[in-house]
């Protein structure tokens, strides 16, 4: 039989490939399990392969099913290639390795055979341990069998080789998971307490941090032929796309696909008749995931009633997305399904927890846990801020849903998938781009008539808690740059999901997309800050660097394999410590928020002077605060009148029909002059009074009427009320000069003059 000389030739590998020893107690090994076909028409085929060499004991354990044609004398060509290196390379006579049932070899079926035997202390003394304790080892021993006499080749076989180590851990999904939402949480809360600044700081550098994780997951997407490395490093990464196993999840979309349909796939069901592979080809073979020897694989509800044959030499290629799927134990058939619905759990606990708070704060401030101005703005218009935080939740998702709803679309596993992933990828769009658009309106009125797109931007809370989520993060007068970072995800995700069949479409598409958006942000630099700019551009950097290290791994430019294999350790170290780094800034900023008392203290001011128009319904503080308030107009005798409680009067609706008011040129006011009880502009001279005196000499000092305080003059106090029915009697209030002098001794209004827009 062919099995023991194959295992040997296994194990001899194996022990050339683990000698570094760790000053650990972690046991060492290092094990294949898959033996696959290198070649048409091999006399061998392998269902089922487990090898493990443990070098403290010296021995191999070997458990394989497979069928064998060869007989006779044979000879085995063995190759060991680590990191594209041709470690070693050696002929192996099973007649001088004394291996029963290999000299001659017979023809027969192999079943469960399992096997442990020892492994020569000469042999593992020579192993190369640098690859020993490196994880996702990139290690392939292949073995081509030979006929002793012709030399020719009846069988080829080829096993991946594993050291049991991988970067592909739950702790660090997790840790990563925790450190986005905590950060996200902190920016509601923070802003909530007032803190704006802080909160827009902390959300920017949140949704950046999650932009960075969903683009490492896209890398893994890609139907690259990635390194093991690489493809267990964006692995951690693939619960920001929704790809997350849950036992019974997986059952809900197994039936929903039968009852609409559909054919779900059995490829992991029969995983105990088949071996797993990340295979690694030489030149004409990519590396792909293959598994083989599965007895029924169902086709996808394009190909109903059509099945895989039985045979056990039966193959399938999984890669890209279904790669990502099947490395998570997720059928290729509810990747799509599982991501929908991990989406909309997430609005879902997010709209229970929002109405949660809310009810926990108003019980809080009548028990008197609270301050009554505690979460104020919160609590008196709730339902707006949650409107914004679910438009927020969208653009999150937006990346994820583009990519399986697309990819759903070229898979049709059932009728009312494609209708859902329609509906999710087109509602989701219309909605980001009509709030793109309805934040493009706003900020050109506003630049129409207060020469400042901050204006009403900042100043409506209803257009600032809906619309916000759009363009705080970005300066006022960059405000337009998410219409340019939306179009950026979407071409990415066409590319993920649509170029499915070429890794080197996909490749060479996101080099180009990753340059023009890099080479954007760093001209433009449209984030509110230098800190936060120089946050975004060295992500936009590294994303570059990756989808450049992605169009290698294509191997379009025929490098030899050491040279993929040691880029696909760089790819990790850069990524892994960039990531780190990101996420200590992250924490750092979050912990800020949570435990400073005041944390706007960390942050400047913004240049675009937002903070000077963000109102709030909660009591102003301080005496400067109260002076900007009655610059802006925003106070009156009977309290605060800025907020617009009632979303369809918000002045970022841009209806303008219910209570608009208009000034006497019959120019619309903004809500917090429409809704001051102010009394119209007066003259600061007095109409009695000729300018010229009647002798025909100038008048010196101070004109009889007029206030030397403009307090008095914006209170109205003016000597010249003795003389207003004389005024009135030669200029009515509604005449054109009487709207003209108005016009022209107020050229300002008293908010904008307040605010700096007097000249």
Known sequence: MRLPFSSRAICLVLAAMSSVVYQSTALRMIESKSLNPCQDNSSFTATLFNVVFTPHN??????????????GYVKAELDVIVYGYNAIKTTLDPCDLDLAGMCPMNIGQLKNQKLNFPV?????????????????????????????????????????????????????????????????????????????????????????????????????????????????WTQNFQWTMGIIRVEFLQDICTWYQRATGGTPATLLSNLHDASVEVQKRSLDFARTTVVQGFHEL???????????????????????????????????????????????????????????????????????????????????GWKIVLKGILFRLVLIGFPQMTV???????????????????????????SL?????????????????????????????????????????????????????????????IFVALAQSSGVAQAVGLVIVEAVFLIGVSILRPWMDKKTNAFNIAIAAINMLNVIFLLVFT???????????????????????????????VLFATGWAIFSKNPDTRYQPMRDDRGSFIKSQSQLNTELDALGATARGDMTQTGYKGRISDDEDSYSSGSGKHGQTYDPLGVPLPPSTANSHRSPPRSPIDPNMPFLPSD?????????????????????????????????FNHPPGSAHSQGRNRQQNNGSPWQRGAGYDH
């Open 555 to 585: 191997s379009v430019f025929n490098q030899p394999g050491i040279v993929t294999a040691v880029m696909g350790v760089i790819f990790f170290g850069v990524n892994a410590a960039f990531a780190i780094i990101l996420i200590l800034m």
């Open 58 to 71: 010296r021995s191999v354990t070997i458990d394989i099913t497979g069928v064998s044609s060869i007989s």
């Open 433 to 493: 781009a009509w709030a793109s658009l309805k934040v493009f309106r706003i900020a050109q009125r506003s630049v129409a008539m207060h020469k400042n797109p901050a204006y009403i931007l900042y100043s409506d809370p209803t257009a600032l808690n809906k619309w916000g989520f759009l363009y705080v993060q970005f300066r006022a007068t960059a405000y337009y740059f998410i219409i340019p970072v939306l179009l950026y995800i979407l071409v990415k995700g």
């Open 404 to 430: 399986l709803c697309l990819w759903e679309l070229t898979k049709r596993d059932s009728a009312a998938q494609v209708i859902l992933a329609l509906f999710f990828f087109l509602s989701m769009l219309g």
């Open 298 to 380: 169902a086709k996808r509800s394009s190909d109903v009633g059509a099945t895989a044959a039985s045979s056990p030499t039966t193959s399938v290629v999984v890669q890209g997305i279904e790669r990502v799927g099947f490395r998570a134990r997720i059928e290729s058939t509810n990747i799509f399904l599982t991501g929908v619905i991990f989406f909309m759990i997430f609005v879902t606990f997010t709209t229970a927890a929002v109405a949660l708070f809310k009810a926990f704060c108003e019980g809080a401030v009548r028990a008197g846990w609270f301050k009554g101005d505690k979460f104020e703005d919160f609590r008196k």
């Open 696 to 728: 025909g000499t100038p008048r010196h000092g101070t004109p009889t009427g007029y206030s030397d305080s403009p307090r008095g003059m914006y209170n109205g106090h003016n000597d010249s009320s003795r003389n207003q029915s004389y005024s009135q």
């Open 120 to 232: 020569s202390a000469d042999v593992v003394s020579k192993i190369p341990g640098i690859f020993y304790g490196v994880p996702d080892l990139d290690g392939l021993v292949r073995i081509y069998i030979r006929d002793t006499q012709t030399s020719v080749s009846k069988a080829c076989i080829e096993a991946e080789l594993s050291n049991g180590k991988t970067v592909d851990q739950k702790g660090v999904g997790w840790s990563t998971a925790v450190v986005a939402g905590l950060a996200l949480v902190a920016s509601a809360v923070t802003s909530g307490l007032g803190h704006s600044n802080t909160a827009a700081h902390v959300a920017a550098n949140a949704l950046s941090l999650f932009g960075y994780f969903q683009a490492q997951a896209l890398i893994g997407m890609t139907a690259v032929s990635l390194p093991p490395i690489v493809m267990s």
